[in-house]
């Protein structure tokens, strides 16, 4: 597992669209969608549910989403921290 790919995660969680979160995130939807399903392989679950217009959250990708708002909240106060 990659902090990037949970930063692709988070950003279509954010966006609920593939397209739009390549599109914020400046890479591809192939790349992005890749990152993700590898990502999922990983943890053994899907975290997206998609149809042809949208994607949201599955019961694991909230559960995935909260835990990586709170790893995302430690790394910012560990930064902070270092540059003071």
Do not use: W
């Not at 989403?65 to 430690?74: C, G, H, P, V």
Request: hydrophobic share 40%.
């Amino acid at each position: 597992m990659k902090l990037q790919q949970l930063e692709y995660f988070m950003a279509v969680s954010k966006y609920a669209s593939f397209t739009l979160a390549s599109q914020k995130l400046h890479t591809s939807q192939p790349y992005l969608s890749t990152q993700l399903k590898e990502l999922e392989r990983e943890l053994g679950a899907s975290l997206i549910l998609r149809d042809k217009k949208h994607c949201r959250l599955s019961p694991a990708g909230e559960v995935v989403a909260k835990r990586t708002e709170m790893i995302f909240a430690l790394i910012r106060k560990r930064k902070k921290r270092l540059m003071n």
